[in-house]
């Protein structure tokens, strides 16, 4: 894990919900629809157990932002590129949340302590498959290419999911609009036999899985 600061170069700042969020050339601008997966997290934060809610692939840090937003939850996000982490703690502060987040500069399998847990896990992994990136030229590719199906990186979160994910705990999980979630649903028993997808919430452009954590079952 490394230091956030890092030099910011050229922005853009865009409106996501009520956030001013602002991103550097070489991270991925954030899109529209996505306050749907705030919007569930927030949702499901009402009833969640106590603790932090993890953002897993935070980019610019703006979904988890909002999802935490007047809640009083602290946030912890993780993403393996140091200028998205650079941005995410630039708007935390911006949003008067800095208090509240904890930005790791980190690889997926390396950012969470073997004892940490957390009732809320938001992940937004690339999910375009490798063969497609072309179709997004104007994306940086480390931030869209999910590998040969897509769901390479999908999986690593699954991973982090599953082993950091406390009972009665809940996953809102991103991925593409197009079978993504049934393959991944599919999977799911072989990542942790007390992981339960409860529901689907389908976008033009990407869909939502939840996940939850059977309260009694875990081994
Ligand atoms: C689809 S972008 C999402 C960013 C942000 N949530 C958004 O909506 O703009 C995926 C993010 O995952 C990060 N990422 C990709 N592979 C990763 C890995 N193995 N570990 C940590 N972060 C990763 C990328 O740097 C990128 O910021």
Known sequence: MTSVR????????IGFGPLDITFSEGVIRPRPWTTAQ????????????AGRVLE?????GH??????????????????SAIACAN???NAERAGLASQVEIRNAALDE???????FPLV???????????????PEDPVTAIDGGDDGLVIARLCLRVIARALMPGGTAILQLGPEGQVEV????????????????TRHYSRGALMRIDRVPSCRT
């Open 184 to 199: 991944l649903a599919a999977e799911l028993p072989t990542y942790a036999e007390d992981l339960v997808h409860t529901d």
């Open 122 to 136: 938001i992940a937004d992994p690339p999910w375009v498959r490798h063969a497609d990136i072309t179709r997004f």
């Open 38 to 49: 705030s919007e569930w997290a927030a949702e499901v934060l009402l009833d969640a157990p």
């Open 111 to 117: 950012a969470i302590g073997a004892e940490e847990e």
């Open 88 to 90: 995410a703690e630039f």
């Open 6 to 13: 890092a030099p910011m170069g050229e922005t853009e700042t």
């Open 63 to 80: 979904i988890g932002l909002l999802a935490v937003l007047g809640s009083g939850r602290d946030l912890v996000c993780v993403d393996r």
């Open 56 to 60: 897993l692939c935070s980019g610019a």
